[in-house]
């Protein structure tokens, strides 16, 4: 089992920039496939980026893709999403998530951290 806590949300303006990061403790965190997820009010929860147990592989949403960069370092047990070029329509709950599997649906993560707010002004 793995707990996850996500940091480094706030408000920004929009064309800004943030960095997120995601805490895990417990075992085994390089066997993880490692996901970030976003949801806005009235909104389903939407994939954003993945990241493979060695972090040699990434996949974007198109909607991030060129803005967002998803990392990870495993000996300090973390997982990054660098978010430049902010959109007001990039306000959500960040969420952090972690799979044995990984792909982009959220039922395929089995651990969830407990989101940090981004907030885009225009």
């Known amino acids: 089992q793995v707990q996850l806590v996500e940091s480094g949300g706030g408000l920004v303006q929009a064309g800004g920039s943030l960095r997120l990061s995601c805490a895990a403790s417990?075992?085994?965190?390089?066997?993880?496939?490692m996901g970030w997820f976003r949801q806005a009010p009235g909104k389903e929860r939407e994939f954003v980026a993945t990241?493979?147990?060695?972090?040699?592989?990434?996949y974007s949403a198109d909607s991030v893709k060129g803005r967002f960069t998803i990392s990870r370092d495993n000996a300090k047990n973390t997982v990054y999403l660098q978010m430049n070029s902010l959109k007001p329509e990039d306000t959500a709950v960040y969420y952090c998530?972690?799979?044995?599997?990984?792909?982009?649906?959220?039922?395929?993560?089995?651990?969830w951290g407990q989101g940090t707010q981004v907030t885009v002004s225009s």
């Open positions: 417990g075992r085994s965190f390089s066997n993880y496939v």
């Open positions: 998530a972690a799979s044995w599997s990984g792909g982009i649906r959220v039922d395929a993560y089995d651990y």
């Open positions: 990241i493979v147990q060695n972090g040699g592989s990434t």
